[in-house]
């Protein structure tokens, strides 16, 4: 299977990146081929420009600074997004490759005089989110679950009809020891060897 994985952390060194590592290990030794994608490491420009933003229902071969994005996006099986839960969503800028990326002509079309969008990323039949929230369940319950919902309802349904999901997420890391940041990484690492 054709496995993208979408990262979004600021430091290499961080608990994220070594999740992240292992579970792409993980998938290369189950024999899925991956590609990586980092975000912060590449220095992806989050912001939608104002030009974007006027030709957001141009042809997307013409949108050269997304173009390697898009076609990631098209070869996947399977989307893995790492990243940290900061504010009850995901970091600044995965939310800016999601408005960049998942676009028209890519994620989606949109028929002429049609109102209703079509899903256009048929070709990902698993969507896979490993995150670290600070704060408890509970809070993140309180707080909405924006960054799960985002994920989980609205790119979900831009995705295969039968698109399966995985929500993996660590709560409670800001008082968390190495077992239980251990034990999160392990269960990581089995839930993508049976992807």
């Known amino acids: 299977m054709n496995v ?16 992240r590592d292992r579970a792409i290990a993980a ?20 912001r939608l420009s104002r030009a ?64 209703r969008v079509r899903a256009a990323l048929r070709n990902i039949r698993r969507l896979v989110v490993i995150t670290g929230h600070g704060s408890s369940r509970w809070v993140n319950l309180l707080e909405g679950r924006t960054g799960r919902l985002l994920v989980m309802r609205t790119m979900r349904v831009l995705c295969h009809p039968l698109c399966r999901r995985l929500w993996l997420a660590a709560y409670d890391l800001d008082r968390a020891g190495d077992r239980e940041r251990d034990a999160f990484a392990a269960r990581v690492e089995r839930a993508m060897a049976r992807l």
Do not use: C, M, Q
């Open 4 to 19: 993208l994985v979408v990262s979004a952390h600021p430091h290499d060194d961080s608990f994220n990146a070594r999740v």
């Open 52 to 115: 974007e933003r006027l030709a957001h229902h141009d042809d997307p071969a013409g949108k050269v600074a997304v173009a390697r994005h898009a076609a990631d996006l098209r070869w996947a099986h399977a989307l893995v997004l790492v990243y940290p839960t900061w504010w009850s969503g995901p970091p600044a800028i995965l939310k800016g490759w999601v408005d960049r990326t998942w676009i028209e002509g890519v994620a989606f079309t949109l028929p002429e005089g049609s109102a």
């Open 27 to 46: 998938l290369r030794r189950a024999g899925h081929d991956v590609r990586l994608t980092d975000l912060y490491a590449e220095g992806f420009e989050a």
